[in-house]
């Protein structure tokens, strides 16, 4: 009898399941747009131009990897404030902000989670439905309950906001709402400016705790222009949360780089709540790695660097852009006869395309072309290599 013998098997994660099975698949014309990863229009994974600068020069004056402070590299977590809340916002300079360093956006939305589950342990999480799938998980694991709020409607291929905002508004005081900032997984259906000014009220009154992911900054409309959704919780007074990854937008997947930020009502609230994160980390982890975050500090504290960051990451969400139009266009010419233009209304790496399960399910086992069972493709894999056959295969399960 072994410690382990009543072990179960835990399920395969779904998204990353579906990698491995696309990895088995001999189909030579096969085309993975499962995961949510950028890849070049030759299929290739990019490594920005900006980072292989940083890195060079970091190579030239090569030192030595002592440990970081709790909340890692003080550049990288005043340029991670700079980015969301905006370098001469009063948030931030009036130290309002507290910012520790994270594995990933993953790692900064766990530290949020562990953290709030101390200062409220009865509350309830919402997350959107649908939502990234972790964030259940993840919220579920730090021992909290998950529900969901109302978001995408199928029928209408758009945001329910009303059904929204009728579930924000029949949430407990003290719920926490995970919301994504832009560029919402899976759905590609962001909320508008004028959506979000209906949303706020809704929270401030209800008094929930907004918990905003922020994973694609600079995929949607552009660094400012995703980010401004922040800057509208912080001017309504809220004490916010803000988790960020630059791992799509740095292309720095595996150096697990993002960052937790919350918004405290002072200066010495801001400092209390960082001793506080500072304690989760150095409970689970000690201290976050050295290389990602300290190229990310290199680039974005650099005008040169940065410039050059802002316009490859341009270059990403265009080049997404024009696939969305190139995928419409290519379904319509291979003979879908509905209107898929809707494709072009979603924002960010990933469409809902509408495509059933059974229909999902065909496209992998008869072209291997892989996306996941709710429908969801990541735009941001086509390329005009792959497109064609896409487009082709598509118009034969629909
Ligand atoms: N939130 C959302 C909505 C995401 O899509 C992702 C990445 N797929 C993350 C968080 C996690 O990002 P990271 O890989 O940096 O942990």
Same mark, same amino acid.
């Given at each position: ?225 995703? /980010?401004?959704?922040? =800057?509208?919780?912080?001017? &309504?007074? $809220? #004490? ?8 799509? +937008? ?120 892989? /996306?996941?069972?709710? =429908?969801?493709?990541?735009? &941001?894999? $086509? #390329? ?8 082709? +295969? ?5």
């Amino acid at each position: 009898m072994s410690l382990f013998s009543a072990v179960e098997m835990a399920p395969r994660d779904p998204i990353l399941g579906l990698n491995e099975q696309f990895n088995a698949d001999p189909n030579p014309k096969k085309v993975n747009l499962g995961v949510g990863v950028y890849f070049d229009d030759n299929g290739k994974l990019p490594l920005l131009q900006c980072v292989q600068a940083a890195e060079k020069a970091m190579m030239e004056k090569p030192a030595a990897r002592g440990y970081l402070p709790i909340d890692g590299i003080a550049a990288y977590d005043n340029a991670v404030k700079a980015l969301v809340f905006g370098a001469d916002s009063d948030v931030v300079k009036s130290g309002r902000v507290a910012t520790v360093q994270a594995i990933g956006g993953t790692g900064g939305l766990k530290i949020g989670a562990d953290f709030l589950k101390k200062l409220n342990p009865q509350a309830r999480v919402l997350i959107s439905d649908p939502s990234w799938e972790n964030h259940r998980a993840l919220f579920a694991n730090a021992g909290f309950e998950v529900g969901t709020y109302t978001y995408y409607d199928a029928a209408t291929r758009s945001v329910n906001f009303d059904g929204m905002l009728a579930d924000l508004r029949a949430a407990e005081p003290g719920t926490i709402v995970v919301l994504h900032a832009c560029c919402h997984n899976p759905t590609g259906y962001d909320l508008t400016p004028e959506q979000w000014d209906q949303i706020i009220p809704v929270v401030q009154e209800r008094g929930l705790v907004a918990f905003l992911d922020m994973a694609y900054q600079g995929f949607g409309h552009g660094i400012k222009e995703d /980010g401004a959704v922040i =800057g509208k919780f912080v001017a &309504a007074g $809220l #004490n916010i949360f803000v988790s960020t990854s630059f791992s799509k +937008s740095f292309s720095l997947y595996g150096e697990r780089v993002g960052a937790l930020s919350v918004v405290a009502a002072d200066k010495d609230e801001a400092a209390r709540v960082l001793s506080q994160l500072k304690i989760v980390v150095r409970t689970n982890y000690s201290n976050p790695p050295t290389h990602g975050g300290a190229v990310v500090a290199a680039v974005l504290n650099d005008p040169a660097l940065r410039a050059q960051w802002e316009q490859e990451l341009s270059e990403m969400r265009v080049r997404i852009k024009a696939m969305r139009q190139t995928l419409v266009d290519g379904l319509k010419a291979a003979g879908v006869q509905q209107d898929m233009s809707f494709i072009t209304q979603q924002i960010g790496m990933f469409s809902y395309s509408g495509l059933t399960r059974d229909q999902m399910v065909r496209l992998r086992d008869e072209f291997g072309v892989y /996306g996941t069972d709710t =429908g969801r493709m990541c735009v &941001a894999a $086509l #390329n005009s290599k792959n497109i064609d056959y896409v487009c082709a +295969s598509i118009a034969k399960v629909i």
